[in-house]
């Protein structure tokens, strides 16, 4: 997949979902509840092992005006990372 966004290095997290085992619509639903919670700028990495999450949190983010920072793969499950707008 060449339009995947990697995300850098170093991110500072303040809130971590743990949504792997859910499938489609859980991770996204899980992530805008959990996204409600947090500040403005702050940073939410949501670990997930549902594919279609490629999709559906970048475009999510784009239309509610969050920040999709890209994701990382991991051992088992990828990590998204989404800056609160």
Same mark, same amino acid.
């Given at each position: 997949? =060449?339009?995947?966004?990697?995300?850098? !290095? %170093?991110?500072?997290?303040?809130?971590?979902? $743990?949504?792997? *085992?859910?499938?489609?619509?859980?991770?996204?639903?899980?992530?805008?509840?959990?996204?409600?919670?947090?500040? =403005?700028?702050?940073?939410?990495?949501? !670990? %997930?092992?549902?594919?279609?999450?490629?999709? $559906?949190?970048? *475009?999510?983010?784009?239309?509610?005006?969050?920040?999709?920072?890209?994701?990382?793969?991991?051992?088992?499950?990828?990590?998204?990372?989404?800056?609160?707008?």
């Amino acid at each position: 997949m =060449s339009d995947t966004k990697v995300a850098e !290095d %170093g991110i500072e997290v303040n809130v971590t979902l $743990d949504a792997k *085992g859910l499938s489609c619509p859980m991770p996204l639903l899980r992530t805008k509840k959990e996204i409600g919670k947090l500040a =403005s700028g702050e940073i939410l990495q949501i !670990d %997930g092992t549902d594919p279609g999450s490629r999709n $559906d949190l970048p *475009g999510w983010c784009s239309r509610s005006g969050h920040e999709y920072l890209g994701e990382k793969e991991q051992s088992g499950y990828i990590s998204f990372f989404v800056k609160k707008g």
